[in-house]
């Protein structure tokens, strides 16, 4: 019996004895001593596979992670190609009209003003390239994965001057009115850029789609937690186009990964899972809320940030 206490104590302190015992006979002693040996066997296996289990758990996790993030940088390398194109666009105006300057330039009729003059019209067309090239750097580069405390607003404003350059916004008015008092949140800024950049190229898709010309309009406002044990505040921002709208039976379906209504090559239908994703990961939720025909305005509620 002393024994058996004995082992039982060196068992719960994680060491490895195992009871006495084995011998075949009828002793009760011995009968119980395998009995619990058996026991104890069983529970080191079901600790072996517990422990296998949260390895595993683990490592899916990880796995899991990656493939989101690689998620995340296929679909921003997908807006990057898109945006390439309208910038490529962009930028051949301002090179025809250097080019046109430096015809004139080679001119020897030209009087001293006027070859001044041409000569800062073409510097002014070589600042715009830059500024073009610039805002696409901007973009492309790869997210430096730090969070911190970001002015939403910031990046708002940032978006609104990429997209003006952007033939896609051609027939879009896009308004801003940014007229939340705290716009600070925690997040990675170049995620949550690439959220809004989404959202923004959707919107005008639909009203492309849509044929007319239409506005794209950014609002941001603040509201309060209406949960007691929440102190912070919270920031709404909405996208509201007037494009073709979204038919209320598909709207469950817009955030799953590779839905979309557009044409082969024209959308992977990753963009709103992506945004999905970004916000999430800031603490926040997004929403839509469309009429077919009419318009869709895309909710995104983050919580916001005071501190550093
Ligand atoms: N503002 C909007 N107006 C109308 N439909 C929209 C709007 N935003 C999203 N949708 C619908 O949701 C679908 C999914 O959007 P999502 O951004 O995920 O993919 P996509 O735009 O089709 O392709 P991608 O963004 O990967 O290029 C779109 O195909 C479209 O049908
Ligand atoms: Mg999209």
């Known amino acids: 019996m002393k024994k058996l206490l004995e082992t039982t104590e060196a068992n719960t302190e994680?060491?490895?004895?195992?009871f006495l015992g084995g011998e075949k006979d009828g002793n009760e002693f011995n009968q119980l001593s395998n009995a619990l040996n058996q026991m104890l066997n069983r529970i080191s296996k079901d600790q072996e596979n517990v422990?296998?289990?949260?390895h595993s758990l683990r490592q899916a996790n990880l796995d899991l992670k990656k493939a989101q993030n690689d998620i995340i940088s296929a679909e921003k390398l997908a807006s990057v190609g898109r945006f390439s194109a309208g910038i490529a666009h962009e930028i051949g105006n301002p090179l025809a009209i250097i080019v046109g300057y430096l015809e004139l330039l080679k001119r020897k009729d030209i009087s001293p003003s006027e070859r001044e003059d041409f000569i800062t019209r073409t510097e002014s067309e070589i600042s715009r390239i830059h500024r073009i090239i610039r805002q696409l750097l901007d973009?492309?580069?790869p997210s430096s994965n730090t969070i911190g405390r970001i002015s939403v607003h910031d990046i708002l404003s940032d978006i609104s001057t990429i997209f003006q350059y952007q033939p896609l916004m051609r027939h879009v008015e896009l308004k801003l009115s940014l007229s939340a008092r705290e716009d600070g949140v925690r997040a990675d800024a170049s995620l949550l850029r690439q959220a809004f950049i989404n959202l923004a190229i959707n919107a005008a898709d639909a009203v492309n789609q849509a044929g007319k010309t239409g506005a794209l309009v950014v609002e941001t406002l603040n509201f309060p937690s209406?949960?007691?044990?929440?102190?912070?505040?919270?920031?709404?921002?909405?996208?509201?186009?007037?494009?073709?709208?979204i038919p209320a039976d598909q709207l469950n379906f817009i955030f799953e990964p590779f839905y979309t209504s557009k044409a082969p090559g024209k959308g992977t239908g990753l963009g709103l899972s992506v945004c999905y994703m970004i916000i999430e990961a800031a603490g926040g939720r997004i929403e839509a809320r469309s009429e077919e025909g009419i318009g869709t305005k895309m909710i995104i509620d983050l919580p916001v940030c005071n501190g550093e």
């Open 51 to 54: 422990k296998l289990s949260i």
């Open 14 to 18: 994680g060491r490895e004895t195992l």
């Open 226 to 245: 209406n949960h007691a044990n929440e102190t912070h505040q919270w920031l709404e921002v909405t996208f509201t186009d007037n494009g073709i709208g």
């Open 139 to 141: 973009f492309s580069r």
